[in-house]
T-cell receptor, first 112, second 112 residues
Framework: NAGVTQTPKFRVLKTGQSMTLLCAQD?????MYWYRQDPGMGLRLIHY???????AKGEVPDGYNVSRLKKQNFLLGLESAAPSQTSVYFC???????????FGPGTRLLVL | GQSLEQPSEVTAVEGAIVQINCTYQ??????LSWYQQHDGGAPTFLSY????GLEETGRFSSFLSRSDSYGYLLLQELQMKDSASYFC?????????????FGRGTSLIVHP
């Protein structure tokens, strides 16, 4: 099992450009999450999904959109990137009522 | 909303014992998790408490007091490789969804 994978690992964008971050998990988990991590801020929840076809907003959803068309994939989109979205993005998955989140390796995004 | 407080930094020497505290305010509390993150890496799950008391996993233990909204992570026989950031996370149930909220993290520095 690959666990949770994220692509790309690193990306540089110019202000106003768009991009999609892909998260994939092969553990048949129901829950998937997108976080951003900034220095001194811990992990902040952007959006999450409790199952295929469902999404919901987290703590910091502005400027991001998500889709969960397939159970194993959770996409995070930036329609018009801003320098404030420079961050490390982590995806995680969790199986239903269990307590353990499994994290992907992260995507480092720099917006110039 | 949810909020968590944990110290920003803790230092200790190799072989010692260190305790990282976490206090929280939340509704729909389900459990308290602990994660470890090394520089440049992804968070990895360490421990989870849903009920009051102590959970032991090797050199690491975690404690929860639901009445005090308080928990801690205890690391024994510290090793240099334990130098990392440690996050507490509250798992809350709301409308059938399980929403995690992370603290800002505690940087543990282990000296020889």
């Amino acid at each position: 099992n690959a666990g949770v994978t994220q692509t790309p690992k690193f990306r540089v964008l110019k202000t106003g450009q768009s991009m999609t971050l892909l998260c994939a998990q092969d553990m048949n988990h129901e829950y998937m999450y997108w976080y951003r991590q900034d220095p001194g801020m811990g992990l902040r929840l952007i959006h999450y999904s409790v199952g295929e076809g469902t999404t919901a907003k987290g703590e910091v959803p502005d400027g991001y959109n998500v889709s969960r068309l397939k159970k194993q994939n959770f996409l995070l989109g930036l329609e018009s990137a801003a320098p404030s979205q420079t961050s490390v993005y982590f995806c995680a998955s969790m199986k239903g009522h269990q307590e353990t989140q499994y994290f992907g390796p992260g995507t480092r995004l720099l917006v110039l | 909303g949810q909020s968590l407080e944990q110290p920003s930094e803790v230092t200790a020497v190799e072989g010692a014992i260190v305790q990282i505290n976490c206090t929280y305010q939340t509704s729909g509390f389900y459990g308290l998790s602990w994660y470890q993150q090394h520089d440049g890496g992804a968070p990895t799950f360490l421990s989870y408490n849903a009920l009051d008391g102590l959970e032991e996993t090797g050199r690491f233990s975690s404690f929860l007091s639901r009445s005090d909204s308080y928990g801690y992570l205890l690391l024994q026989e510290l090793q240099m490789k334990d130098s990392a950031s440690y996050f507490c996370a509250v798992n809350s149930a709301s409308g059938g969804s399980y929403i995690p909220t992370f603290g800002r993290g505690t940087s543990l520095i282990v000296h020889p």
